[in-house]
């Protein structure tokens, strides 16, 4: 193959960097650039021909690709699910935008109160059980984090919907689809649930689509599940917290891959009564870190921001205040009106 220049790593945190989220095993940065330059000239019935380019253009630092193309570009990229290589995705449910996680995808969700259509007080009883036979019923994650499995030998019969998690990414979506679409309905909130998540691999298994990394196993698939039945309990909840607060425990559980796999945004729109809450959250209830959020405005928001005493100024202020006081530099704002303005 032809030489051509590498650009070396900073051998501090760029090498940091590469290694912890790029770098495949016993790989280098040229490896990497022909790596990634092979797999997305493949996209292409003529893309061959511009494969050195490419391979010299990553390898220099004169082409950047996103960081999900030097992560997951290779030889199988054009057999690939489209969302590991995209960002951003936008869902208005829970499940889709848990399928969409795992897909590898980005994720938007409006959270504004006229978009929640699913008030989760209405969910039904659920239990989560797992086999003793599984390798990880009473695993060490379990006990670390204080998660509570029933087994599933000699659990109640008595129930009246039961559900085997699939091991696959469209299963694990699948179980929350099930739940959401229950409580969406308003049927079944006295009935119980029963999701049996014995066929999920065990932890540390080699997971072929992420490069060998490991499998979380199913307990923290099992935790967000236990999470999200508390949510019925939230009397003061609004459904606009309910779902940002469900969202952020399968959100974590995701990251639980062996890598943070994907990330999402939340939106809430200024007018709403809440904002204010929307824009504390994070401050409030520091261990809901898995999301970017930003508060959806509009031209109006902007001149009325300008008058001492308006709303408009007041959620300015406040989200001012917290992006710099609390140090955390959110909320951001986002133009709604400006996201299809055609010039």
């Known amino acids: ?37 092979l797999g997305n000239t493949l996209l292409h019935p003529t893309g061959k021909k511009d494969y050195i380019g490419v391979r010299n253009g990553i390898a220099s630092g004169r082409l950047l690709p996103a960081g999900r193309h030097y992560q997951h570009g290779d030889i199988d990229q ?12 936008t869902a208005p449910l829970s499940f889709l ?21 699913v008030d989760w007080h209405n969910m039904p009883i659920l239990n989560c059980v797992l086999s003793m036979d599984h390798a990880d019923y009473n695993s060490k994650y379990q006990i ?34 099930i739940l959401e679409v229950a409580t969406y309905e308003k049927k079944s909130k006295k009935a119980k ?12 298994t080699p997971i072929k689509g992420m490069q060998n990394r490991p499998a979380s196993g199913p307990i923290p698939l099992i935790y967000a599940f236990q999470q999200a039945a508390k949510v019925r309990n939230m009397d003061d909840a609004m459904p606009w917290k309910q779902n940002m607060i469900l969202d952020h425990y ?7 891959g062996g890598a943070r796999r994907s990330a999402r945004i939340a939106v809430k729109y200024w007018k709403d009564p809440e904002i204010y809450e929307f824009i504390t959250i994070k401050k409030d209830n520091p261990w809901m870190w898995s999301s970017n959020n930003s508060i959806g405005v ?5 001149e009325d921001a ?5 709303m408009a100024h007041a959620v300015f202020m406040l989200a001012t205040e917290n992006s710099f006081g609390a140090g955390g530099g959110e909320p951001g704002f986002i133009n709604l009106d400006k996201l299809t303005v055609k010039e």
């Open 1 to 37: 193959m032809d030489t051509f220049y590498t650009r070396e790593l900073d051998p501090l945190l760029g090498q940091a960097v590469a290694n912890r989220t790029y770098l495949r095993k016993n790989e280098n940065w040229s490896q990497l650039s022909e790596r990634v330059a």
């Open 144 to 177: 670390d984090n204080g998660i509570k499995v029933l087994a599933k030998e000699g659990f109640p019969s008595k129930y009246d919907y039961y559900h085997l998690i699939e091991d696959s990414r469209e299963g694990w979506a699948k179980g929350l689809e």
């Open 97 to 117: 935008k848990f399928l969409l996680l795992l897909n590898g995808s980005g994720v938007g969700r409006n959270y504004s109160d006229d978009q929640m259509i």
């Open 193 to 204: 649930f029963i999701f049996d998540f014995s066929d999920i691999r065990k932890s540390g």
């Open 78 to 89: 054009p057999y690939r699910n489209m969302e590991v290589f995209s960002n951003c995705s």
């Open 306 to 310: 300008m008058i001492p005493g308006s």
């Open 298 to 302: 509009d031209q109006e928001f902007w």
């Open 250 to 256: 399968f959100s974590e559980c995701v990251a639980n």
